[in-house]
T-cell receptor, first 116, second 117 residues
Framework: EAGVAQSPRYKIIEKRQSVAFWCNPI?????LYWYQQILGQGPKLLIQ????????DSQLPKDRFSAERLKGVDSTLKIQPAKLEDSAVYLC??????????????FGQGTRLTVV | AQKITQTQPGMFVQEKEAVTLDCTYD???????LFWYKQPSSGEMIFLIY??????QNATEGRYSLNFQKARKSANLVISASQLGDSAMYFC??????????????FGKGTMLLVSP
């Protein structure tokens, strides 16, 4: 079974530039998450999709971050314009919706963003 | 208030010894799940073990066991017979709202475990 795919693995941009990350979840997983993990901290949920609908984006800085999940499969996360404090690893995860809730989340390898 | 609290920034253990990583949680939802993940230096998040709030017995997966004390709202991870490859960051996470149609997954700040020979 293929895992969660993310690209690119690494990205270096200057502040005020824009950047986009791509995620392809495990086939059949209805729930998709984007997390931001700053060095030395735990992952912080940015946005959670159920199929192609947003169920939680309360911690997404909407003035600069946007995300979409067209057709309920792939997802992109965009930052425009980037700030120095956006330097972090961006993790995509997916999980299977079951009758009793979701299963564990499976994570991609992440995209390490450095803003200079 | 923090939903997941991991009070140990770092832990040291000798190879072949057991170690307990602490996790306390805060929720008013009666239906929730608790997870532990391992994150090696390579960065990937690896699922280790799961405990549901209604599970009667503590979860076990190989060398990993979860010491679930519901009344105290704690879900400590016990690693028996530590190995050098266990050196990594360990995150406790909680999924609330299992009966609500969707559920969020919230992580603690993590504990760095170093296993010495």
């Amino acid at each position: 079974e293929a895992g969660v795919a993310q690209s690119p693995r690494y990205k270096i941009i200057e502040k005020r530039q824009s950047v986009a990350f791509w995620c392809n979840p495990i086939s059949g997983h209805a729930t998709l998450y984007w997390y931001q993990q700053i060095l030395g901290q735990g992952p912080k949920l940015l946005i959670q999709f159920q199929n192609n609908g947003v169920v939680d984006d309360s911690q997404l800085p909407k003035d600069r971050f946007s995300a979409e999940r067209l057709k309920g499969v792939d997802s992109t996360l965009k930052i425009q314009p980037a700030k120095l404090e956006d330097s972090a690893v961006y993790l995509c995860a997916s999980s299977l919706k079951t009758r009793t809730g979701n299963t564990e989340a499976f994570f991609g390898q992440g995209t390490r963003l450095t803003v200079v | 208030a923090q939903k997941i609290t991991q009070t140990q920034p770092g832990m040291f253990v000798q190879e072949k010894e057991a170690v307990t990583l602490d996790c306390t949680y805060d929720t008013s939802d009666p239906s929730y799940g608790l997870f532990w993940y391992k994150q090696p230096s390579s960065g990937e998040m690896i699922f280790l073990i799961y405990q549901g709030s209604y599970d009667q017995q503590n979860a076990t997966e190989g060398r990993y066991s979860l010491n679930f004390q519901k009344a105290r709202k704690s879900a400590n991870l016990v690693i028996s017979a530590s190995q050098l490859g266990d050196s990594a960051m360990y995150f406790c996470a909680m999924r609330e709202g299992l009966n609500s149609g969707y559920s969020t997954l919230t992580f603690g700040k993590g504990t760095m475990l170093l296993v010495s020979p």
